[in-house]
């Protein structure tokens, strides 16, 4: 878990799609900590790579 200070710590998040034969990498070593109380926005040229940010199943997890 993070520290109580901390409400969100990504660390090296890599992802690459496959599509046919070809690799796709679209997260190229992300690392990044959201202190609690912060406020953040995600922005960007393309709603998709939001969307896709945020249904990422490993980024969606709250801390216990």
Do not use: C, Q, W, Y
């Amino acid at each position: 878990p993070p520290p109580s200070g901390d409400l969100i710590v990504l660390e090296d998040i890599k992802r690459t799609f496959h599509v046919g034969e070809i690799d796709v990498p679209v997260l190229k070593g992300i690392s990044f900590t959201i202190p609690r109380g912060d406020l953040i926005a995600l922005t960007g040229s393309s709603s998709t790579n939001r969307i896709f940010f945020m249904s990422e199943p490993s980024l969606v997890r709250l801390p216990a």
